[in-house]
């Protein structure tokens, strides 16, 4: 027992030393942008950085004929190719040593509009009162890097695990993940547990609520603005719709709770509007407008109630309007098709690295719930229990964001202290 502690006091002794390191290296990954369907020159940066470690590094594309018959698979529209890899570093260990998988995405949302940032924009990696910014800083780019960190520490020192570690640069987890995590899964690049270090604040994540996007579409009819009094603007109709979509939220949050999923954010379930798009010419009434949406459901809810709640709201509008009862509204669901998502916090994957994460932290990590879609899903389609651990962070998917450089230190800590538990040294 003193000489575990005396190893792993050395293990966080060494990543105190490349502090400075770890920094820069995220600045440099933040600086190459990587928005979801053109993640490539990033990840031939994450393959190059795999093989300086000696790892054996893979480029894998998935395969969309592979994936169709999966039930968490959906399309996105995004096509699979070489620009598009997903990438992944091994280490291996001995054939009966516990494996485990360190998972990351390199994919990041737009960073617009672009003009809402602090000087520097979107990709200037700065770093400024504890805190580096730029798109991706926290989601997730620091806890790529920390998964990395980790095990170079380990190797740095002389500590090979026995058990073997995969790390893996994802595509495409902010849309869906399917050619991501999932495809790398189901190509078997899978190990006996997997932790994504998402920014959750150093807190453990066991589950996240089910996922759906659907859109409304309304048709009108035109006429020249001159004559606007002959035509029927699409625009006031579908408004109509959004009206009563926002009220379904507000009678959603309080018709469904769940105080694990309540306690993260103040509220169970959510319902939000993304995009409205109407009309195509100033001069001329809208004939058509379409907004696009998406909705959390609760593991208690089944999707078939959540939908019939969405359609049944946007049929009482049509039902108060001769216009929408004659031309009804499409909707569509489409797009991210998550089931809601719980692992059991009372396994002994996450009773073990609690244990290890309040002795590095000196504090027991909360165990909570997130309210975004999480890789963490596929862990139960392939027996593997999976959580998110991952540092603090602020302003994901909107401007100025940033992570706070105290908390990766943390992080790359506990996942270093870890693997050398899990797969032994």
């Given at each position: 027992m003193i000489q575990e502690r005396h190893v792993q006091k050395e293990i966080l002794r060494q990543i105190d030393r490349t502090a400075d390191e770890l920094f820069a290296m995220i600045q440099e990954i933040v600086r190459?942008?990587?928005v979801v369907g053109e993640e490539g020159r990033a990840q031939e940066w994450v393959f190059n950085l795999y093989k300086t470690l000696g790892l054996e590094a893979v480029k894998f594309v998935p395969r969309k004929e592979?994936?169709?018959?999966?039930?968490?698979?959906?399309?996105?529209?995004?096509?699979?190719?070489?620009s598009r890899p997903n990438v992944i570093g091994i280490c291996r260990g001995k054939d009966n040593g516990r494996s485990l998988l360190l998972n990351g995405h390199i994919d990041v949302v737009s960073p617009e509009p672009l003009e809402a940032w602090y000087e520097g924009g979107p990709w200037s990696g700065k770093i400024e009162g504890g805190r580096l910014y730029g798109r991706g800083a926290a989601d997730m780019k620091s806890g790529l890097?920390?998964?990395?960190?980790?095990?170079?520490?380990?190797?740095?020192?002389?500590?090979?695990?026995?058990?073997t570690v995969l790390l893996q640069s994802v595509i495409e987890e902010e849309a869906g993940g399917g050619g991501g995590t999932l495809a790398c899964l189901h190509a078997g690049?899978?190990?006996?547990?997997?932790?994504?270090?998402?920014?959750?604040?150093?807190?453990?994540?066991?589950?996240?609520?089910?996922?759906?996007?659907?859109?409304v579409k309304v048709i009108g009819k035109t006429a020249h603005a001159g004559q606007s009094h002959l035509g029927v603007n699409a625009i006031g109709k579908l408004a109509r719709i959004y009206d009563r979509l926002m009220e379904l939220d507000l009678e959603r949050a309080k018709r469904h709770r769940n105080p694990f999923f309540e306690a993260s954010s103040g509220r169970s379930c959510n319902l939000n509007i993304g995009t409205f798009k109407a009309g195509d010419w100033v001069s001329t009434v809208a004939g058509a407008a379409q907004l696009e949406a998406r909705i959390s459901y609760l593991p208690e809810e089944t999707e078939e109630s959540m939908r019939?709640?969405?359609?049944?709201?946007?049929?009482?509008?049509?039902?108060?309007?001769?216009?929408?009862?004659?031309?009804?509204?499409?909707?569509?669901?489409?797009?991210?098709?998550?089931k809601p998502w719980i692992q059991?916090?009372?396994i002994p994957l996450i009773r073990r690295f609690e244990?290890?994460?309040?002795?590095?932290?000196?504090?027991t990590p909360e165990i909570a719930a997130s309210h975004a879609g999480l890789d963490t899903r596929f862990g139960p389609y392939f027996a593997m229990p999976s959580f998110t651990f991952g540092p603090r962070g602020g302003l994901l998917h909107t401007s100025n964001e940033y992570v706070d450089l105290d908390s990766v230190l943390q992080t790359t800590k506990v996942l270093a202290a870890f693997i050398a538990d899990w797969c032994e040294i």
């Amino acid at each position: 027992m003193i000489q575990e502690r005396h190893v792993q006091k050395e293990i966080l002794r060494q990543i105190d030393r490349t502090a400075d390191e770890l920094f820069a290296m995220i600045q440099e990954i933040v600086r190459i942008p990587s928005v979801v369907g053109e993640e490539g020159r990033a990840q031939e940066w994450v393959f190059n950085l795999y093989k300086t470690l000696g790892l054996e590094a893979v480029k894998f594309v998935p395969r969309k004929e592979d994936l169709l018959q999966h039930p968490a698979y959906f399309e996105i529209g995004f096509p699979y190719n070489e620009s598009r890899p997903n990438v992944i570093g091994i280490c291996r260990g001995k054939d009966n040593g516990r494996s485990l998988l360190l998972n990351g995405h390199i994919d990041v949302v737009s960073p617009e509009p672009l003009e809402a940032w602090y000087e520097g924009g979107p990709w200037s990696g700065k770093i400024e009162g504890g805190r580096l910014y730029g798109r991706g800083a926290a989601d997730m780019k620091s806890g790529l890097l920390a998964n990395f960190f980790a095990l170079k520490t380990l190797l740095i020192l002389g500590l090979k695990p026995k058990g073997t570690v995969l790390l893996q640069s994802v595509i495409e987890e902010e849309a869906g993940g399917g050619g991501g995590t999932l495809a790398c899964l189901h190509a078997g690049y899978k190990a006996d547990a997997m932790i994504i270090p998402e920014p959750f604040d150093l807190r453990i994540i066991t589950a996240h609520p089910g996922i759906r996007y659907f859109r409304v579409k309304v048709i009108g009819k035109t006429a020249h603005a001159g004559q606007s009094h002959l035509g029927v603007n699409a625009i006031g109709k579908l408004a109509r719709i959004y009206d009563r979509l926002m009220e379904l939220d507000l009678e959603r949050a309080k018709r469904h709770r769940n105080p694990f999923f309540e306690a993260s954010s103040g509220r169970s379930c959510n319902l939000n509007i993304g995009t409205f798009k109407a009309g195509d010419w100033v001069s001329t009434v809208a004939g058509a407008a379409q907004l696009e949406a998406r909705i959390s459901y609760l593991p208690e809810e089944t999707e078939e109630s959540m939908r019939r709640e969405v359609e049944e709201a946007v049929s009482e509008v049509v039902a108060k309007d001769p216009w929408l009862k004659d031309h009804p509204p499409a909707i569509e669901w489409f797009g991210w098709d998550a089931k809601p998502w719980i692992q059991d916090p009372e396994i002994p994957l996450i009773r073990r690295f609690e244990k290890v994460a309040s002795e590095v932290l000196t504090f027991t990590p909360e165990i909570a719930a997130s309210h975004a879609g999480l890789d963490t899903r596929f862990g139960p389609y392939f027996a593997m229990p999976s959580f998110t651990f991952g540092p603090r962070g602020g302003l994901l998917h909107t401007s100025n964001e940033y992570v706070d450089l105290d908390s990766v230190l943390q992080t790359t800590k506990v996942l270093a202290a870890f693997i050398a538990d899990w797969c032994e040294i």
